[in-house]
């Protein structure tokens, strides 16, 4: 299973401008992926574009950040997905990341705040709140859907 992360809106509320704010939600995510052993990450969220995939990782607690196995790739580098999946680049970038990692049969799950950059009814898709971040009923329905 793969888990494909954004952070702005999930991890800590949107827009976060305390710094004691910033990833308040990552201890109840890794404490769910600590349940979930074979489930890896995919990091999708803006953070990407400005740090590298090592920076990325130590972010989290090292046990979870050794299981962090990319980031997606820009949606606008996959004009044939974009005729295929239509206007949702978040949803393009994952299919990309899928097909480049030869990862198209795998089970995948998204966790993010903006449903518009997926396509409608996604069933892969568990939305937050932006301006709460992961509750504990988005704790319920991760859980759920990783099982």
Not at 24 to 41: G, M, T, Y
Not at 95 to 116: K, M, Q
Request: aromatic share 12%; charged share 30%; with cysteine.
């Amino acid at each position: 299973m793969i888990l494909f992360l954004d952070f702005d809106g999930v991890l800590h509320p949107e827009p976060s401008y305390q710094s004691e704010r910033l990833f308040c939600h990552l201890q109840k995510l890794e404490s769910i992926l600590r349940d979930f052993p074979n489930v890896e990450i995919v990091i999708t969220s803006s953070w990407r574009d400005t740090r590298t995939l090592m920076e990325l990782r130590t972010l989290f607690s090292q046990d979870i950040g050794k299981r962090i196995v990319g980031v997606t790739p820009d949606w606008r580098d996959y004009p044939d997905l974009f005729d295929v999946i239509g206007n949702y680049p978040r949803h393009i970038e994952i299919e990309a990341w899928r097909r480049e990692s030869g990862r198209l049969w795998d089970d995948w799950i998204a966790i993010d705040d903006r449903a518009y950059w997926f396509r409608p009814f996604l069933k892969n898709l568990v939305r937050c709140d932006p301006t709460t971040g992961m509750t504990d009923e988005i704790e319920f329905e991760l859980r759920r859907r990783l099982r």
